[in-house]
T-cell receptor, first 113, second 108 residues
């Protein structure tokens, strides 16, 4: 199974809402990532988990809170977002943090109203 | 810091060959990867070069010159379905660093 799954596919939330994005992989990968992607831009790294521990936080605002409950799951908790946070949120995994081959999920299209 | 440069847009005719270039400036370098992303889709891995030379995978080939800090992706026998964005990405001792992407449009 070389698939990374993400739920939900689409999410619309108000600026006062709290929601969570979920990501799952069963490839035994030890590194998992959250990216934010705006239209016509490259994926922008947000967080990296390596062996279930947060190893990189790219100065992401605290209204985004990642969580790695186990080696297969990655969550992104959202609270008090701004309209400019509307984007495609991609989850990815790889064998290790420095691996050149990352497997991406289909993403969650987030709209903040 | 790291920087990658690739053309923002390329247009080519169906059945033709197109080359997408990528130049990079990095401190520490392991290799160059290429990813494809269709509109509304997720990036998917295409190829990786750690050593100088050409790697071929079907209609796609990728080349690396470490001494020139340069690589390219070559797409042969272009098909309409190849219309997508293509990202080069450098492997360092950190997660991948992506270039800004090249949007390829294949026309009939």
């Amino acid at each position: 199974d070389t698939e990374v799954t993400q739920t939900p596919k689409h999410l619309v939330m108000g600026m006062t809402n709290k929601k969570s994005l979920k990501c799952e992989q069963h490839m035994g990968h030890r590194a998992m990532y959250w990216y934010k992607q705006k239209a016509k831009k490259p994926p922008e790294l947000m967080f990296v988990y390596s062996y279930e521990k947060l190893s990189i936080n790219e100065s992401v605002p605290s209204r985004f809170s990642p969580e790695c409950p186990n080696s297969s799951l990655l969550n992104l908790h959202l609270h008090a977002l701004q309209p400019e946070d509307s984007a495609l949120y991609l989850c990815a995994s790889s064998e290790g943090q420095g691996s050149y081959e990352q497997y991406f999920g289909p993403g969650t299209r987030l709209t903040v109203t | 810091g790291q920087s990658l440069e690739q053309p923002s847009e390329v247009t080519a005719v169906e059945g033709a060959i197109v080359q997408i270039n990528c130049t990079y400036q990095t401190s520490g370098f392991y290799g160059l990867s290429w990813y494809q992303q269709h509109d509304g889709g997720a990036p998917t891995f295409l190829s990786y070069n750690a050593l100088d030379g050409l790697e071929e995978t079907g209609r796609f080939s990728s080349f690396l010159s470490r001494s020139d800090s340069y690589g390219y992706l070559l797409l042969q026998e272009l098909q309409m379905k190849d219309s997508a964005s293509y990202f080069c990405a450098v492997s360092l001792n950190t997660p991948l660093v992506f270039g800004k992407g090249t949007r390829l449009s294949v026309i009939a």
